[in-house]
């Protein structure tokens, strides 16, 4: 009989750097299964009370876990090649809910039963090896684990079956320590990020500006990772929204969340009414072709067309962790969906674009913008001073105006790399300053170290202006997601 306890999970930090983003408070829909490792000729006992002290922490912590019970194996664990099946039927049978799987190493373990049960239960998950301990004043034979030996042979097995894993900061710990704690929640990141970015859908409204080369990118190496891009013509969303009233019930729901979401002082009423239908348009294709974030063309179609810019309402989304990109940038939206899955917290998507003095580790990061309300100090809606000049003041209401926050930063990107056939990117930390800085827009100061050579290899290996950035210090989340699970080609910035 299968166990399933109520647990929970979040992220690991890497050797120098601790995630802060999230906190297991807000974190109670992970579903790991767990396999205890066994081997015959070590003391049985460990296996017994290792299972249930790692039960014991994954159940404190909040998270569903899968695990054979006592009576399907000797004390719970795989052993055997027929416990490695029974494991692996019973994995299967809770497939749809398992995010990943822990291996725990309460002595040596038997390293073929656990790859085995791995290879038999073709989840394609991610994997955390963990190993407990010995103490010192007990090696004798009756308590002596040597788990320290055993994970290297448990990995050794996993990478001849070809399957991906992922290891715990320090080679051996206990599952009650607050290091396995912090990795578990690094793991769980790792997860979500996973599962999330497998078998996803991503609106794209609009046509590339012309003027974007920067931003293309190739639909089949993303449905070669199971992305999927779903497209809608600006001319229907336009001529949805000729046929929508003033008064439409959907419409004065949407103006009403847009007027208490943001300041709308000095806004005409009739520019608030048309983002109003934009945004009810956008929300209705959205739900009815089932995609979860968005790329749109933000100019300047419909200023022309319609009169306003798409900014307040694509604000609205990426605050609602409904990620949404400017200029049709898919990949754009990529990584601000990772980032948002690692740190369960709002992305946004900024240019590099400004040196900040002399200063060679700090620049401004800027849109004209639709960044989340979750990024400002404060913000106010205004007109977009960037194409102002060109269609009309009048027809470029909807921008959100404020400063950036301070505080800590995550960032990515993804590119379709089409010549070489294969997804490449990059993710790193840093942080937004407090740094005085006076421009329009949504802009903030960031301070990376090392931002010379990260600036060098972006242009090095002609990856795009934009960046997708996040409050939080999930990059290595990101990248052990998408390197090792997703087999992307990534590079992992540090000092």
Known sequence: MCLLHLFCAGKRPPLKEKATEPTMANMRKMTMGVIVGNRGFFPDHLAKTGREEMLLVLQNAGIN????????????????????????????SKADLIDGVIITLPNFGDERAVADTLRLSRLNVPVLV?????????????????????KMSACNNLRQFG??????????????????????????????VVKGLRNLRIGALGARPTAFNTVRYSEKLLESCGISVETLDLSEVLG?????KDTDEHVLLKLKS????????????????????????????????????????????????????PCTVMSMMSDSLLSSACEV???????????????????????WNNNYGNDPNKAVCFHCSNLPKHFFK??????????????????????????????????????????????????????????????FGGAGVVEIPGLQGLLHYICEKGFEHHVAANFSSVAPIVHEATARYLGWDMYAHTE
């Open 65 to 92: 876990v899968v695990v054979l019970g006592s009576e399907q194996s000797k004390h719970g664990a795989v052993e055997t090649y027929e416990e490695a099946k029974r494991c692996a039927e019973l994995f299967k």
């Open 130 to 150: 963990q190993a407990t301990p010995d103490t010192p004043g007990k090696m004798a034979i009756t308590h002596r684990r040597d788990s320290f030996c055993g």
């Open 163 to 192: 399957i991906p894993y992922s290891l715990t900061t320090l080679h051996t710990m206990t599952p009650d320590s607050p290091e396995f704690k912090k990795d578990m929640e690094w793991f769980a990141g790792v997860c979500r």
């Open 240 to 244: 949805r929204i000729s046929r929508m």
């Open 258 to 309: 847009i007027q208490s979401y943001v300041t709308t002082t000095d806004i005409p009423h009739a520019a608030l009414i048309k983002m109003a239908k934009l945004g009810a348009v956008v929300d209705d294709w959205m739900k009815s072709a089932q995609v979860q974030i968005s790329a749109v063309q933000c100019w300047t179609s419909l200023e022309e067309n319609l009169g306003v810019v």
């Open 329 to 351: 940038d898919v990949c754009g939206v990529l990584g601000m969906h990772a980032l948002q899955l690692a740190s369960e917290t709002p992305s946004a998507l900024l240019d």
């Open 378 to 439: 404060d913000v106010k809606m205004d007109f977009q001073e960037i194409i102002a000049g060109t269609v009309g003041k009048e027809n470029t209401f909807g921008t959100c105006v404020g400063r950036v926050k301070s505080g800590a930063m995550s960032f990515a990107r993804f590119s379709t790399d089409d010549v070489q056939g294969r997804i490449r990117g990059y993710t790193g930390s840093g942080r937004f300053t407090d740094d005085p800085l006076e421009t």
